[in-house]
């Protein structure tokens, strides 16, 4: 397992969910909530150069999200989008796509399940989803021993 600090990211319409692992990579904790818009690639940009100064910055993970049948649609190529621009602004910190399939349903069903209720859920679930999203990486890469998902390529 690869020694540093991953971020996880739930890219959504209206706002944009983080988590964070320890240095290990062992477990994902949730960070915060970005709204999504102006501003919110400088925000994100601003919390890797945090993390990388208390610790190593090795990657962040960004959840790709594709019909159930694996293939590409029309939120799939804005995340592309939002990816590649993300991975500009990062550089030299490498940005991965993973599938992300379902992910939300399990966040939801998980905070449903701890009490959270309607408005109270809506606020947190995008940090939720971020956890799911960047726990199945972690616990993908300690089991194949390869780094998860597909990198994205800085000149896109």
């Keep these: 397992m690869r020694h540093g600090v991953r971020l996880g990211l739930d890219p959504g319409d209206a706002r944009i969910g983080v988590a964070r692992s320890d240095p290990t990579g062992f477990l994902a904790t949730p960070l915060e ?4 818009g102006r501003g919110d690639l400088a925000r994100l940009q601003a919390i890797v150069a945090e993390i990388a100064e208390e610790s190593t910055m090795l990657e962040v993970v960004v959840g790709l999200p594709r019909s159930l049948k694996g293939g590409e649609n029309p939120a799939t190529a804005k995340v592309r989008d ?6 500009r602004r990062v ?18 069903a998980m905070l449903r399940d701890r009490g959270r209720k309607g408005q109270d859920r809506r606020a947190v679930v995008d940090m939720a989803a971020a956890v799911v999203i960047l726990q199945h990486a972690l616990d993908s890469e300690r089991a194949s021993g390869t780094a998860p998902g597909e990198i994205v390529e800085v000149g896109q």
């Design 91 to 108: 550089a030299p910190v490498p940005v991965r796509l993973i599938d992300e399939r379902l992910t939300t349903v399990s966040a939801e």
């Design 82 to 87: 939002f990816a590649a621009s993300l991975a």
């Design 33 to 36: 909530t970005v709204k999504k």
